[in-house]
């Protein structure tokens, strides 16, 4: 008999992979500033907790990406055992807001991070320096058929709840002190990785 598993959807920037903190290693000593992770209260606007433009901030992360740096970013504690766990009871993907100029180098991190644990990857090509149709997660949603997600980002979540999908969210400093609708299937914040696998591997 053929089972078939729930789709969980698995964002990876400040899920999977440590990306803000290894861009800010990056950064730093180029720009001769001390951002650290923690001040980000927002998220989807780097330039603005940085004092500069949208565009200086993406163009130094896609010089980042495409640097070793972006096949080497630490990956979140706690990702690697959930991932394992969770490959037992779920079909797992990735919907992600980067960039489709960033899939060879996000398909071999995953690939090398994860095991080829994540079956498919799909990019809504936000942050892109060159134009192309964004996606919301909302429309992965629909594309990859994934019920519930694990996400960093409010709005992602909210659109993603929305249309019926449980969200389970990460602590970040972009969404610790945001109060979030009641009337959303939207769970968390959670402080790790082992809390939410726990909530995943229980209902
Ligand atoms: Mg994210």
Redesign the pocket.
């Given at each position: 008999m053929v089972v078939e598993l729930e789709t969980l959807g698995i964002?990876?920037?400040?899920?999977l992979a440590d990306t803000l903190n290894s861009f800010l290693g990056f950064y730093n000593p180029r720009n001769e500033t001390d951002f650290k992770r923690q001040e980000f209260y927002v998220y989807n606007d780097w330039g603005k907790i940085m004092g500069v433009s949208e565009q200086h901030a993406m163009s130094e992360f896609h010089e980042f990406m495409f640097s070793p740096g972006g096949l080497t970013i630490p990956i979140i504690s706690g990702s690697q055992q959930a991932i394992a766990s969770l490959r037992t009871r779920y079909q797992l993907v990735s919907p992600t807001y980067r960039s489709t100029c960033f899939e060879d180098i996000t398909k071999k991190y995953l690939d090398s991070n994860f095991q080829r644990a994540i079956s498919s990857v799909e990019f809504a090509n936000h942050y892109s320096t060159n134009g192309g149709q964004k996606l919301s997660k909302a429309d992965l949603a629909r594309k990859m058929g994934f019920t519930r997600l694990v996400?960093?980002?409010i709005h992602a979540a909210i659109e993603c709840a929305e249309v019926g999908v449980k969200v389970y969210l990460l602590k970040s400093p972009w969404n610790e002190n945001v109060p979030l609708p009641t009337d959303l299937p939207i769970f968390g914040p959670f402080n790790n990785w082992p809390e939410i696998t726990t909530e995943l591997m229980r209902n």
């Amino acid at each position: 008999m053929v089972v078939e598993l729930e789709t969980l959807g698995i964002d990876i920037d400040e899920v999977l992979a440590d990306t803000l903190n290894s861009f800010l290693g990056f950064y730093n000593p180029r720009n001769e500033t001390d951002f650290k992770r923690q001040e980000f209260y927002v998220y989807n606007d780097w330039g603005k907790i940085m004092g500069v433009s949208e565009q200086h901030a993406m163009s130094e992360f896609h010089e980042f990406m495409f640097s070793p740096g972006g096949l080497t970013i630490p990956i979140i504690s706690g990702s690697q055992q959930a991932i394992a766990s969770l490959r037992t009871r779920y079909q797992l993907v990735s919907p992600t807001y980067r960039s489709t100029c960033f899939e060879d180098i996000t398909k071999k991190y995953l690939d090398s991070n994860f095991q080829r644990a994540i079956s498919s990857v799909e990019f809504a090509n936000h942050y892109s320096t060159n134009g192309g149709q964004k996606l919301s997660k909302a429309d992965l949603a629909r594309k990859m058929g994934f019920t519930r997600l694990v996400e960093d980002q409010i709005h992602a979540a909210i659109e993603c709840a929305e249309v019926g999908v449980k969200v389970y969210l990460l602590k970040s400093p972009w969404n610790e002190n945001v109060p979030l609708p009641t009337d959303l299937p939207i769970f968390g914040p959670f402080n790790n990785w082992p809390e939410i696998t726990t909530e995943l591997m229980r209902n």
